[in-house]
């Protein structure tokens, strides 16, 4: 644990130290390919030199990080930070496209989950990730004391419910418009990477809340998961314990997704989501190819 959290702090700080760093106006005039040459031409380095160069000049080409440090030593002490321009301004788009409010799916994503984590933060006070003991389980007990108890708590679990269909749609929606623009392309790969790894934490995210309440029907959805993962060639069953608790259904594996769903699946979902908007900021939104 003690190795997880220096490793997350390191990866904390690097992240801000590289948003200091993004204050700075494109260099237009600096040759960004003169190391990538200069490591081709050159026979005379180390596998270290040539590695670290490669590296650099792949991270150079696609976030402009000379650009970066150089315009960061004056904008170190301006205290006026300016905001990135929209879209339609960095393009001085005077009309809207018949596409145009495709590119507002990313930010409906974030405000889904913004809404996700605030009622799910209210909802996680009252329940109680039980799935043994008497019946009803102290899991679906807390959910009827949510539902019919607890004031405005049937509105709150409505929204958090609802918000998650409707967070996985514009997720979908959103990378479909990605592709479909071609904003995907070089220097965007990684982005598109962060981008289906979020989307599939996405459905992770559903599919572990849609058991706490452990009910009939989460129940019915646990049954065809721990098969699934029981189907895996060679590590099936290490899978169905690490995500269920046991290769059969029992009390754990509700305390197992809970302990999924609220602390292990934020931490890394909030971190890539900040990883993401960060390259949207340095390299800008795509035009349509």
Not at 23 to 45: D, F, H, Q, T, W
Not at 163 to 184: E, K, P, Q, S
Request: hydrophobic fraction near 50%; aromatic fraction near 16%.
């Amino acid at each position: 644990m003690s190795t997880f959290f220096w490793v997350l702090w390191f990866f904390i700080a690097f992240i801000i130290v590289l948003i200091a760093l993004t204050l700075r106006k494109e260099n237009e005039e600096m040759p960004r390919r003169e190391i990538l040459r200069a490591v081709e031409s050159s026979g005379k380095m180390g596998a270290a030199e040539r590695t670290f160069l490669w590296v650099f000049s792949f991270l150079d080409t696609r976030f402009r990080l000379q650009d970066y440090w150089n315009m960061s030593k004056g904008a170190y002490y301006n205290m006026h930070r300016q905001m990135p321009l929209t879209h339609a301004e960095k393009y001085k788009l005077r009309i809207i496209w018949y596409w145009y409010p495709l590119y507002c799916l990313g930010g409906i994503s974030f405000l889904a989950f913004i809404i996700l984590v605030i009622t799910g933060t209210v909802l996680g006070i009252y329940y109680v990730p039980g799935g043994e003991g008497s019946d009803p389980t102290p899991a679906y007990a807390s959910m009827q004391f949510i539902m019919t108890e607890l004031p405005f708590g049937y509105i709150i679990r409505s929204v958090h419910h609802w918000t998650t269909h409707f967070m996985v749609a514009a997720v979908f929606l959103h990378m479909c418009r990605v592709y479909f623009t071609g904003a995907y392309r070089n220097p965007r790969e990684l982005n598109w990477l962060i981008g289906v790894a979020l989307m599939a934490l996405t459905i992770a995210f559903g599919y572990s809340g849609y058991l706490l309440p452990w009910d009939s029907l989460a129940f019915g959805a646990a049954t065809i998961g721990i098969n699934m993962a029981l189907s895996t060639p060679l590590i099936g069953k290490q899978i169905a314990t690490l995500m269920f608790g046991g290769s059969s259904l029992s009390g754990a594996t509700v305390t197992r997704m809970y302990f999924v769903h609220v602390f292990i699946l934020p931490v890394v979902v909030t971190s890539l989501i900040i990883i993401h908007l960060f390259i949207v900021w340095v390299q800008g939104i795509a035009e349509p190819h």
